[in-house]
T-cell receptor
Framework: NAGVTQTPKFQVLKTGQSMTLQCAQD?????MYWYRQDPGMGLRLIYY???????DKGEVPNGYNVSRLNKREFSLRLESAAPSQTSVYFCASRLQGFGTDTQYFGPGTRLTVL | DAKTTQPNSMESNEEEPVHLPCNHS???????IHWYRQLPSQGPEYVIH???SNVNNRMASLAIAEDRKSSTLILHRATLRDAAVYYC??????????FGQGTRLTINP
């Protein structure tokens, strides 16, 4: 049981390049989330998916797109990277029900845009 | 926007109790209060959550004020491994958790 996995762990991009951050969970959770964390700050929600086939914007969606490929996978795409997108990106899945409400986070992707 | 207020930093000694306060004056009647913590270079991990009454689990206790405008996370006997940033969060709608800047907890040996 791997929990939430993210690839890659580190990435350096040049301004204008594109890339996709991958996230997968093996806990059969319906909801998945993408956050970014800038140095010394808390996490900010980029996009979320309440269930397979649905996605919604969070607090800071500009410059990003997402795909909920199936129940397991939720990817985040940067179409044209900018230095302001330098951050650590965390994916999470959420278990809700019967008094439980817990988000499980992946280890993060550290992205630098030059 | 859902907003919580926490001290930027706190310090405690190993094997002593720690009380981490949080104000959430804008909380609505159905919003849960969640606490997560983030160890260095890791993703956040769940600590505890509650709605109205006090909650206990193996990691911590959560004391919620009667008016629900504040809460306190209690670590009963801090260890060095409890040094982390602790986030107090309440939900915004059914799906969103809005993280603040958290409290950086330092544990002295």
């Amino acid at each position: 049981n791997a929990g939430v996995t993210q690839t890659p762990k580190f990435q350096v991009l040049k301004t204008g390049q594109s890339m996709t951050l991958q996230c997968a969970q093996d806990m059969n959770h319906n909801s998945m989330y993408w956050y970014r964390q800038d140095p010394g700050m808390g996490l900010r929600l980029i996009y979320y998916s309440a269930s397979e086939g649905t996605t919604d914007k969070g607090e800071v969606p500009n410059g990003y797109n997402v795909s909920r490929l199936n129940k397991r996978e939720f990817s985040l795409r940067l179409e044209s990277a900018a230095p302001s997108q330098t951050s650590v990106y965390f994916c999470a899945s959420r278990l809700q029900g019967f008094g439980t409400d817990t988000q499980y986070f992946g280890p993060g992707t550290r992205l630098t845009v030059l | 926007d859902a907003k919580t207020t926490q001290p930027n930093s706190m310090e405690s000694n190993e094997e002593e109790p720690v009380h981490l306060p949080c104000n959430h004056s804008t909380i609505s009647g159905t919003d849960y209060i969640h606490w997560y913590r983030q160890l260095p270079s890791q993703g956040p991990e769940y600590v505890i959550h509650g709605l109205t009454s006090n909650v206990n689990n193996r990691m911590a206790s959560l004391a919620i004020a009667e008016d629900r405008k504040s809460s306190t996370l209690i670590l009963h006997r801090a260890t060095l491994r409890d040094a982390a940033v602790y986030y107090c969060i309440h939900s915004e709608g059914a799906q969103k958790l809005v993280f603040g800047q958290g409290t950086r907890l330092t544990i002295n040996p």
